[in-house]
């Protein structure tokens, strides 16, 4: 699921989805994205979080 800082609504529209989608006993892994550049296809500021099943 990613997650963009700058992107409050979306963030919270990618939750509900990862949440309505994920199987009992999965983990969701959330990739959180600092901010990405335009025109530039690299992200930065990025980190991983693992929510416990």
């Known amino acids: ?3 963009l800082k700058n992107r409050r609504e979306l963030c919270k ?3 509900a989805m990862a949440e309505e989608q994920r199987e009992e006993g999965q ?3 959330y990739v959180h994205v600092g901010s ?3 025109q530039i296809s690299r ?3 990025v980190s991983l ?3 416990a099943a």
Do not use: A, D, H
Request: no cysteine.
């Open 27 to 29: 983990q969701v892994v």
């Open 13 to 15: 529209i990618n939750i």
């Open 49 to 51: 979080e693992v929510k």
């Open 36 to 38: 990405v550049p335009p």
């Open 1 to 3: 699921m990613f997650s």
């Open 43 to 45: 992200l930065t500021n």
